[in-house]
């Protein structure tokens, strides 16, 4: 069974930190991965791709990965109230999605 | 340019009665996913359409569960006859390949009483 593993939470960060929510995966061979966004009652959308070792930076979001590990990671830098939701990890040959991580950010 | 369209945004249905749900993705996408997801989980897939057919259905209950996606367009997923367990959102996706980025419809909340 292809496993996607997240840190179950809740993250609870304040307003302004950085926010690192972690991601592992079963299977070796896999290539592409994704981090969604899911507000409460919403359908998850597209934060990142990352399809190579290293890192992916995009505003404020910062994408790592290293296949050797077989882990990915999403930090959200200067964290806003409107980051609060779900954030889910998804392994697409297997379209895969973890069960999610929920990230609180107070103000 | 329109999102994936997904009706009704809400159904409920005494259990044993069948219900169906209905998916138009994105313009010239032509892949196409149909996902269950429960309260705190992640979407789990049930099945994937490359245009017409069906090239990932393994997760599909084919006892109470069909699809079709007639002419590579729109597609609609039914259950006969849902079960209790079955209340949970279903959320159809579309992607255009080689892009495997997948884009989510609203879904649709189904409570089974």
């Known amino acids: 069974q292809k496993e996607v593993e997240q840190n179950s939470g809740p993250l609870s960060v304040p307003e302004g930190a950085i926010a690192s929510l972690n991601c592992t995966y079963s299977d070796r061979g896999s290539q592409s991965f994704f981090w969604y966004r899911q507000y409460s009652g919403k359908s998850p959308e597209l934060i990142m791709s990352?399809?190579?070792?290293g890192d992916k930076e995009d505003g404020r979001f910062t994408a790592q990965l290293n296949k050797a590990s077989q882990y990915v990671s999403l930090l959200i830098r200067d964290s806003q109230p409107s980051d609060s939701a779900t954030y889910l990890c998804?392994?697409?040959?297997?379209?895969?999605f973890g069960a999610g991580t929920r990230l609180t950010v107070k103000p | 340019e329109a999102g994936v369209v997904q009706s009704p945004r809400y159904k409920i249905i005494e259990k044993k009665q069948p219900v169906a749900f209905w998916c138009n993705p994105i313009s010239g996408h032509n892949t196409l996913y149909w996902y269950l997801q429960n309260l705190g989980q992640g979407p789990e897939l049930l099945i994937r359409y490359e245009n017409e057919e069906a090239v990932d259905d393994s997760q599909l209950p084919k006892d109470r569960f069909s699809a079709e996606r007639l002419k590579g367009v729109d597609s609609t997923l039914k259950i006969q006859p849902a079960e209790l367990g079955d209340s949970a959102v279903y959320l159809c996706?579309?992607?255009?390949?080689?892009?495997?980025?997948?884009?989510f419809g609203p879904g649709t909340r189904l409570t089974v009483l």
């Open positions: 998804a392994v697409n040959e297997d379209m895969r």
């Open positions: 990352i399809y190579s070792n």
């Open positions: 996706a579309s992607s255009l390949p080689p892009s495997d980025t997948q884009y």
